[in-house]
């Protein structure tokens, strides 16, 4: 094949996908910040969320977080241990996931040992004293994903 045409070829292509867990059934995927605007409509419903991927659970794989490049909000997104695996190297990945809009309200000792678990699994120091308050937060429990490789 001559130079100009595969680079036509492997232009046209569409990038690679890494396709974890069930597949996607979801029709649209909406951006981290449309949910995080108003989540509580969503809240324990089935939805798809696009983002690019920051941070993945060093540890499992067990989580990911999203975030939306225009607003630069994050949302998690988990998995019960050994359904899907997130892969180490998805950091700077656009993904989308699908799974169910979960609301956590944390008291200030739990949003504390839930910053110090992050850091340990992240291998980052945590000062307890930077956890002032409660949190409420948001997260997909995902059943899958798909990863622009």
């Not at 595969?6 to 449309?34: D, N, R």
């Not at 997104?77 to 050994?82: F, R, S, T, Y």
């Not at 359904?83 to 739990?110: N, T, Y």
């Amino acid at each position: 094949m001559k130079p100009v045409a595969s680079l036509l070829l492997a232009i046209m292509m569409p990038a690679a996908e890494l396709k974890l867990g069930k597949p996607l059934a979801g029709k649209e995927a909406l951006s981290v910040s449309a949910v995080l605007a108003k989540p509580e409509p969503y809240t324990g419903r089935t939805l798809q969320v696009k983002g690019r991927v920051t941070e993945v659970c060093q540890r499992m794989g067990c989580w990911m977080s999203l975030v939306d490049p225009v607003t630069n909000q994050s949302l998690r997104i988990q998995v019960n241990d050994g359904e899907i695996r997130f892969p180490r190297d998805a950091p700077g990945k656009m993904a989308i996931a699908e799974g169910k809009l979960m609301k956590l309200e944390l008291s200030r000792r739990q949003a504390a040992d839930r910053a110090r678990h992050e850091a340990e699994e992240q291998g980052r120091t945590f000062d307890p004293a930077a956890v002032k308050k409660g949190a409420v937060l948001y997260h997909i429990q995902a059943t899958g994903a798909v990863l622009q490789q």
